[in-house]
């Protein structure tokens, strides 16, 4: 596969099929229809609504799944006039250096292929500890923009963290008559860089279907390269099956982001982000989840899938990675109770943080159903909807790792085979990155109970 010289693939893969999931399905169902019971009591029952509790969001990003299997990477050639802006909000501190000129070379790269107007925004705060050295390295590039946050600014509802930054960036832009549309935002993070696919992408979109859709959210993808810990790589395998299945379903299916947006590989239309804004209210949440159920309110069904990748680094290590995990589930939580909109757009995503909240009971209930294999333990708990259940959400967890497992090896300097990788990811999911992920989840709760108000950014060196 031949390479950017950032060492980005040029024609990534996207790999998505469903036949792995059946295979595994029917291998597991055997062990369970042996242990099945007829037994009904207090654990039973407990482990029979605990394994039907997640099921509703399985069965969405399996429908997800059904509809993005054939989806093809962009390969528009053609070029287009209208102004886009790539937005970089960043924390401007000097170890983020690294990564953000990763992801600017990107750009300058790429972007000249597809569009004729276009220029990089880093938006970053006046009091940024490497504010002289992001001057120094990118302003002499003549594409880049530095928009500065002045310490003094507030919003009207007082807004922190992000949202108030992106909130200045808004007002900064509609200062300049940007707010126009067929003006276009292309948001990214600081660590997430593009590929040939991305400005074709972003380009096919804003020539065919910007009329008609305001908004476009892309695919997440984490090479093996920019991380150093193996079992953070194998994590984050998760996140771009989650765009190609539950994503998917509420984005590109029902056109409305009911689950909420990623803050990159997000193009959205510069009057529609001015008119629905960054202004999030002073508690901490998560700032383009709340973005993309406002625009859900106002805007129904405009919502479209962006076929690109973006490509990013997992966090440096484990420990890193249950902070952001807790980051998360904290911000998550506080957007489903305390979020500035009504009910109804907020009840998936309280849904969403219990169903995450529950693996924990999940991973118990795995445990005492391995012990019994082995006969360590003689324990009745699998009822028949359970066994179903579980075999079903056994295998879908499985595939949905291996399957995002495939894609970020896809487009990874890589020298382990993918079987391989694959063969190790299993055990590590279920006795490691599992308990793990529902850590992470327990540290956000915990958080959330006592309100804990400090923001924390995870360290992306690469």
């Known amino acids: 596969m031949s390479k950017s010289k950032e060492g980005i693939p040029l024609n990534p893969k996207l790999g998505i099929g469903l036949w792995f999931l059946a295979a595994v399905f029917f291998v597991v169902l055997f062990p369970v229809i042996v242990d099945v019971s007829n037994t009904w009591d207090i654990f039973t029952i407990y482990a029979t609504i605990s394994w039907s509790f997640g099921m509703p969001i399985l069965i969405m990003s ?26 970089i909000p960043t924390i401007g501190s000097y170890n983020v250096i690294p990564a953000l000129t990763r992801v600017v070379n990107s750009i300058l790269l790429h972007a000249p292929k597809n569009l004729e107007n276009w220029r990089i925004d880093i938006v970053t705060e006046e009091w940024a500890e490497a504010l002289n050295a992001i001057k120094d390295q990118f302003l002499p590039e003549g594409k880049v923009n530095l928009v500065v946050v002045p310490k003094e600014y507030k919003t009207i509802t007082g807004s922190i963290n992000k949202s108030r930054a992106l909130q200045y960036a808004v007002e900064y832009h509609a200062g300049r008559g940007e707010n126009r549309e067929d003006i276009w935002f292309f948001h990214l993070d600081d660590d997430a860089a593009v590929g040939s696919d991305t400005v074709a992408a972003i380009a096919e979109h804003i020539q065919f279907k910007g009329s008609k859709y305001y908004i476009a959210q892309g695919i997440l993808a984490f090479p093996h390269q920019l991380s150093r810990s193996l079992i953070v790589k194998f994590a984050d395998s998760m996140r771009p099956s989650d765009d190609l299945t539950r994503f998917y379903f509420f984005t590109a299916l029902l056109r409305t982001p009911l689950v909420g947006l990623h803050g990159e590989n997000l193009l959205i239309r510069s009057d529609i982000e001015s008119e629905i804004g960054w202004e999030n209210g002073s508690r901490q949440i998560i700032d383009d989840s ?13 919502s479209s899938f962006l076929p690109a990748f973006t490509y990013g680094a997992s966090p440096s290590s484990v420990r890193d990675m249950l902070r952001q995990r807790r980051r998360w589930l904290v911000d998550m939580t506080n957007l489903g109770i305390y979020g500035p909109l009504p009910w109804k757009y907020r009840l998936m995503l309280i849904y969403s943080a219990m169903f995450w ?56 300097e890589n020298t382990m085979p993918f079987w391989k990788s694959a063969l190790l990811m299993i055990p590590l999911f279920f006795f490691v990155i599992g308990p793990l992920e529902a850590i992470g989840g327990i540290m956000g709760i915990y958080a959330f109970l006592r309100n804990e108000k400090r923001f924390e950014v995870i360290q992306k060196p690469l």
């Open 290 to 302: 709340c973005f993309g159920l406002r625009f859900s309110e106002k805007y129904w069904g405009k």
């Open 62 to 87: 399996f429908i997800g799944a059904l509809r993005s299997r054939n989806i093809k990477i962009s390969s528009y050639s053609g070029k287009i006039p209208n102004l886009t802006i790539f937005e």
């Open 357 to 412: 909240s529950s693996m924990i009971t999940q991973n118990i209930i795995l445990a005492t159903l391995l012990l019994q294999f082995f006969h360590i333990i003689s324990f009745e708990l699998i009822t028949p909807p359970m066994g179903l259940m579980w075999a079903f959400t056994f295998s879908f967890w499985i595939w949905f790792y291996w399957n995002g497992l495939h894609i970020n090896t896809s487009v990874s």
